[in-house]
């Protein structure tokens, strides 16, 4: 790390005095720096449209090495949960759905996303309880949100995206389904929150999986919040499970609070 940091300041170095000279970074130099803070800094600092577009292709590559690394952690982690016998009650067996994998996984301090909830119930399953037998249109099975003022809780959940949402072009929340096809109300509700990690007005609609993978490794990242979703589970439909993208949104608005990013009444 060291050494890589030592690189970083060298290139970094070199971006500065590259204005004067019309010289770039060449992308193997890029690929080198494994710091993704320093490359958004070099990202801020540049002015030549070359050298954005290679250090944005170098942030792409070490952002999918570290997503595949994450992979790898999550497989190794599924595998450790099963070995030990988290599959008792039906909750942990071979019908549960990636939300909930992914949730035991990665969410701390015990209680799901409640702040917007009167009830301080999970919406996920607890041990003990079993899975309903039906599919899902993504493929998996995503949990029902709790029942009582569900209908509520919904559309407040909604209206906040909305609200959140607006100013940012290519964005009309509807609903929690089709709204969120492409990948880029996802985008635009991160980079509400967290504006400095990425550029919002550079992203495509078509490349829903470079959007999908961009807001949840950002949220991820910045929010601590859990990738519930599956992105490839999103890409096989055409318009996502609601269950599923309220069940994220309920998550990324809990951790946001934890972070005291959004103010919310203790008691509601």
């Known amino acids: 790390m060291e050494k890589g ?10 971006t500065s005095t590259s204005r004067s000279t019309s010289s770039t ?13 320093l490359l958004n ?10 050298e954005r577009r290679l250090i944005r292709a170098a942030m792409r590559e070490l952002l999918k090495k570290k997503r595949v690394k994450r992979e790898q952690e999550r497989g190794s982690r599924q595998q450790d949960l099963r ?7 039906g909750a942990m067996g071979m019908g549960i759905n990636s939300c909930s994998v992914n949730y035991l996984q990665k969410t701390h301090k015990g209680s799901a996303p409640g702040q ?14 079993s899975m309903p037998n039906t599919p899902v249109a993504l493929a998996v099975r995503c949990p029902a949100p709790a029942s ?27 609903n929690f389904s089709s ?28 490349k829903r999986r470079d959007n999908f993978e961009l807001a949840f490794s950002t949220a991820e990242r910045l ?15 055409d318009e996502p499970d609601w269950k599923c993208v309220y069940t994220y949104i309920q998550e990324f608005y809990r951790c946001l609070v934890e972070k005291g990013l959004v103010k919310t009444k203790k008691k509601m």
């Open 41 to 50: 800094k070099m990202l801020d600092n540049a002015v030549d449209f070359e």
């Open 25 to 37: 970074l060449t992308s193997g130099e890029l690929a080198a720096i494994e710091d993704e803070e």
């Open 148 to 174: 009582s003022n569900t209908k509520n809780v919904k559309q407040m959940l909604l209206d906040w995206c909305r609200a959140k949402t607006e100013p940012y072009e290519g964005v009309n929340i509807n």
């Open 223 to 237: 929010a601590d919040c859990a990738p519930l979703l599956d992105v490839d589970d999103l890409l096989r439909m």
């Open 179 to 206: 709204s969120w096809s492409d990948g880029i109300a996802f985008c635009a509700l991160v980079h509400r929150f967290f504006p400095d990690s990425f550029e919002y007005s550079v992203l495509n609609p078509n």
């Open 116 to 129: 917007l909830s009167a009830s301080p119930s999970s919406p996920f399953p607890r041990k003990g309880v």
């Open 83 to 89: 070995q030990q016998g988290l599959s008792r009650g």
């Open 5 to 14: 940091a030592e690189e970083g300041d060298v290139l970094a170095s070199k």
